[in-house]
């Protein structure tokens, strides 16, 4: 029985297919049509999971999509007629759901039939069910806590449960106007990242400051003594104005969200091009700090009511890998897992499994160890477009395509590594990955120079053999999916200075032989040769998604300044060397 889930009108459109409960495929749209957080409908990654799994869009069983209009009904209404939002914003919350609710006409126009041919029974899951699905049902754990938090869905910003083999029970939730996303977005507007997705800079800012704002944030953020928190809305306008999307050549632009009495706290915004002072670092340390307070007193409230020592979280506040990385070391629980797309693109995996668990009452019997669920490519479709770019590539067997590559990269190459079928989530983990030696302290500035072109202050992130990963980091659960940040043992930060960041962390990968072989084959090649077991991994990209086909690849590697591209079994470097 195939199921299909689809996240759409909501930032990281996605699409995912299951077959009797196992995972055969899933991907985001801005891969596709190269538009990053696209939110629109996921055509083209509707029409790659069907073809990946061989089904017609007619056969499929179940359709889902993580929007339910009918979820928290009578609270949305009486929201609406106390706070008065404005009719255009509220006609176009109603367009919105309009769209939701014609799921069916929605993928029939994708797949290019008509709407009645396709038999799938059709659903609306609810925006955080489908995240906590997607955590907890593809966890290794028969029992877990499970927790999701981000900015909004269906009304809520935060939600718990409890899940015990092929069931979750939902303990409590924490509803919109109330977001510790919508307060993280929103001082990172005031940062000056008002780009989305750009919370993730401010993350990586906030260890050049200290939480010096630290009281100031606590006027914003009111800790509750139930391990719950509310905001100031005075600080907001997402209750009044609610919150607001246009678009930039595809691109979600989300409205400002924070009101003047932010500036009166805090002082003018920081325009986007202004420079960066340490007051600014400071504002950010205290974001970062507020944020840890109140995720990490949630983490604990829920461990109490649950008993539970394991943990799965989701939503994009579950991408914060620092705060990730002290869940363990700071509370009760004892093993924790978070899937890859943690943010929304996620919830269409979710959806799968809501339908397959929840609502089928199936019993589980798959566990996500990878992350590599997308497109891959034969070697005769990369020597085609090879031959269309021009390139000619050196074909290497498997066992000497890593000896050559790690050679390269111990040199000082920067290698573009592209490998197996595309990641599912927002990291590079080592099928779409750059890759450069961590031993050379200019390594950033020469990755910033010929190809990323972004902020000074942002890190790099390291990926390490699993059978090491203790001799150089303070910590050494597994970590596959780069989703925690731990600190660089202090004796090894002058071993691996271009991934340590100025506090003495790294936001790390755990790579293991029996799902990444490639990667740690390559990673494995250059211990051998330098004795470090540890790569400088970043994402195949330059200011767009990341790579998907071998064209973007290739594309990729001619309009920037990397030496060398490994795609599939063909090495090509500059001058044909």
Known sequence: MDVLGINAYHAGAAACLIRDGRLVAAAEEERFNRRKYWSGFPVEAI???????????????????????????????????????????????????????????SVAAAVGVEPGALRAEFHNVEHHHAHAASAFFVSPFPEAAVISVDGMGDFVSSMWADGAGGRLRVGGAINFPHSLGFFYTALSQWLGFRKYGDEGKVMGLAPYGQPRQRDAMGRIVRLQRDGTFELDLDYFVVHTDGVTMSWDDGEPVLGNLYSSRLTDLLGPARA????????????????????????????????????????CLAGGVALNSVVNGKILPSTEFDDIFIQPAAGDAGTALGVCYHIWHQVLGKPRAFVMRDAYTGPAYAPADIEAALERHGLQGKRLEADELPQRAAELVADGAVLGWFQGRMEWGPRALGARSIVADPRRADMKDVLNARIKHREAFRPFAPSVLLEHVGEYFDQAYPDPFMLKVYGVRTERRAAIPAVTHVDGSGRLQTVERETAPAYWALIEAFRARTGVPVVLNTSFNENEPIVCTPDHAIECFLRTRMDALAVGPYLVTRGGA
């Open 272 to 311: 986007p091009e202004a420079p960066l002072t340490a007051y600014h670092h400071d504002v950010a340390a205290s974001l970062q700090a507020m944020l840890e307070e109140a995720y990490l007193a949630l983490v604990r409230k829920v461990q109490r009511e649950t008993g539970r020592r394991a943990l």
């Open 47 to 105: 029409r790659w999971v069907l073809r990946e799994a061989g089904v017609d869009a007619r056969d499929v069983a179940h359709v889902g999509i993580s929007r339910d209009p009918n979820a928290h009904l009578l609270r949305k209404v009486l929201f609406t007629l106390s706070r008065r939002p404005r009719l255009d914003l509220v006609r176009a919350r109603l367009a919105n759901a309009a769209k939701v609710r014609d799921l069916r006409a």
